[in-house]
């Protein structure tokens, strides 16, 4: 075991109680793959750990769970299996089959150029496991040799869905722009949009490859092969290589056209027409198996190849040719003479076998079986009718899915295609609609966060709406989500049921509106329009006992209410300074009268001390200085002048 291998803290730990890790196999950009014990079933499988550093990265965990959901809706001889997908503390794993063998990349990197054979059985498999994701919807996105598996059992299966998606959901940006660059399609280049026949393109490179022992574009820098795939054209395999078939040809180059509409629509495009040229080149798909290091490769001689095609009956080395002589020769023709009539016997009982032989076979062997047929999109009892005519009986089971309308069929267990014995019952899988799922609390968290949650649950945000709130930047402080089957919005920040397929809209906290309080018109007029608001020209004015006039007190109430958006006109609320009142008339009250009207008006009293010890029924205000009525802020101080009577 190397020192890698002695120091990965995984090697011999159990995972989830249930898988004993024993070796790494892989290790890649987003996730290390081992080979693993399942104790529960005794199995050997193949586990895919998510790296560490990205366990607390919403966007990789729904990328890892979407492997898992990808691969696992594809019942395909010819796709890796995933049967388990879970969490052991911090750890995201993955449990798929587990297939001992080597990769395209690895055949191609021992052989360089395959045969025209092994290239054409290997690209068979291979759009075979494709056409059934694009038949449920699903686009690998990262199609290479490095996810093409030879297994030793002759099997060859694509992985690593982690890349794919559904078919409505095209758009790669930024970081989502995937796969490797040399089998980058150029709509992926130029739009960044992604569908079936992206795929498509990258096989027409990955056949080239096989066919040359080299990829069509070179270059230093990625951009410069990126900036090929966008503008050139893939040339003819057979300039590179002369052996290959006219055909051939024809179809990297219609797989590899620069416009998707040119290309096959999807994978069962491609292999009907790879099943075309497979009958017109005499070919017959054979197995691939992984030899030892010596075999003898087609044409006789030792191999040094770990992968190679078995050949096919009557292209081993040609015996030699006995030279005979005349004699010899008359003495031959006496022996079939004599064992004319013998052979007549033998041709009659060849004839009695041969009509027993076909007896069994219609009766009781393999021709007495039928294959399903497919019935995808029919309801149940025109799938139930149809598989009536070939003597299968229909069995119902119900299946979530995003793709296929409920009540239609999404397929068959066997699927379509599989021989089986007459009266058999194929189960056929009726779409219950897009699943059911229930949503955590959203508020509160961040937008990036709310995003691959909702993800993660099939559920694309398409809109979003900023608004000014307490609440720091970029935090959603509302959701709404719309049912995919029509109705009305659903309220969803504080969690709710969805349906995988919905959409939702969510509203952004902007931070704060700009404080303006205090500030001059001119200052909060730009304050205001540099957060994007619109600032009405006029202004409404009111005085303010903190405010000096001319200075900004706030900005009017939002038309309709709720909180300031981009784009909103305000009006800014300018001071006029504290705001007056009257000086009351206290003429001919008393003294003690006039001050507590004087004073409960807001205003101090000033008076000669000298009338204080009198009684105040005996005393008399005449006048106030400033005189009744005069406009005064409060607090400001009244003399009264008072006399006595008696």
Known sequence: MSTSQQTDPLIGRLVDARYRVRARIARGGMATVYVATDLRLERRVALKVMHGHLSDDTVFQSRFIQEARAAARLADPHVVNVFDQGQDGDMAYLVMEYLPGITLRELLREQRRLTVPQAVSILDAILSGLAAAHRAGIVHRDVKPENVLLAEDGRIKIGDFGLARATTANTATGAQLLGTIAYLAP????????????????LGIMLYEML??????????????????????????????????????????????????????????????????????????????????????????????????????????????????????????????????????????????????????????????VAVADVSGLTFADAQSRLAEDSLVAVEQGQTSLDVEAGLAIGTDPRWGTRVEKESEVTVLISLGPAEAQVESLVGKDKIEVTGILDSHRIAVDGETGLFNDAAPDTVIGVRIHPRAGGDAVACGEGCTVHEGDTATLSISLGKLPAVRGLSVGDARSALTGAGLVVAEGVDERPDEEIAAGLVIGVSEREGGGAWRPGDEMTLIVSTGPPLFPVPDVAGKTRDQAIQELESAGFQVDYSPLWTPFPDEITEVTLSDPAAGSMLTKGTRVYIEITVSG
């Open 212 to 369: 040359t022992g080299e990829q069509p574009y070179k270059g230093e820098q990625p951009m410069q092969i990126a900036f090929q795939h966008a503008t050139d054209s893939v040339p003819r395999p057979s300039v590179k290589n002369p052996g290959v078939p006219e055909p051939l040809d024809e179809l990297v180059l219609w797989a590899t056209e620069k416009t998707p509409d040119d290309r096959p629509s999807d994978a069962r495009e491609m292999l009907d027409r790879l099943r075309e040229i497979e009958r017109e080149l005499g070919i017959t798909p054979n197995v691939t198996r992984t030899m030892p290091l010596g075999m003898m490769r087609e044409d006789g001689a030792p191999s040094g190849d770990l992968t190679a095609v078995l050949p096919s009956p009557g292209t081993g080395p040609t015996a030699a040719v006995e030279e005979v002589d005349n004699a010899t020769a008359l003495r031959a023709a006496a022996r079939r003479r004599r064992a004319k009539g013998g052979w007549l016997i033998v041709l009659v009982i060849l004839l009695a076998a041969l009509a027993g032989g076909l007896g069994w076979w219609f009766g009781s062997g393999p021709g007495s079986m």
């Open 187 to 202: 709509e992926l280049v130029t739009r960044g949009t992604a569908d079936a026949r992206s795929d498509i393109y990258a």
